[in-house]
């Protein structure tokens, strides 16, 4: 299928590994795809960005996400502060002595299914590419996420294409 100039073309496995094997084809479907959204009012330039922002209410910690370059940059900002020294070194809560929200654990499934059905109803070349993937299985294929992906032992939860899954769903029957 052909969607804005772009063909979508899934593999012949109907499985789009779009971390690794898929990225030249699929890498819209990460959560770091410049693809801006509004919530709440609120402009945020990547799902990432929005998602990572949530991870406080203090209203500089969320300028500090917002004004990332990058949602790799937002990423290393929003780590939080226990975590090793390699990952927590760019940490804004380490830097300000402060924790992410207690209650982060229960409610970021949540705010990750609000953040990607923002980011392809709002983006309607984005949906329509999604839309184009089928009944294709969406897997994010990162060796070193085994929540959001599949980790190094390709056992994880994947909830990253899970949730893609989900909005498919959601844009195919609205």
Known sequence: MVTDGAEIIVPPDNRI???GRD??????LSHFHPSPIVIDGEDWPTVEHYYQAQKSADPAYKAAIRAA?????????????????????????RKHGKEPRP??????????????????????ELAARLLATGDAELVEDSPGEPFWGTGPDGAGLNWAGRILMEVRSRLRSS
């Open 17 to 19: 590994l779009y971390f």
């Open 23 to 28: 990225r030249d084809h699929f890498a819209f």
């Open 69 to 93: 370059i990058k949602p790799g940059m937002a990423k290393r900002l929003a780590a939080p502060p226990s975590a090793p020294r390699r990952i927590s070194q760019q940490s804004w809560f």
């Open 103 to 124: 209650d982060w654990h229960d409610v970021k499934l949540a705010i990750m299914r609000r953040t990607d059905h923002a980011k392809f109803s709002q983006n309607p």
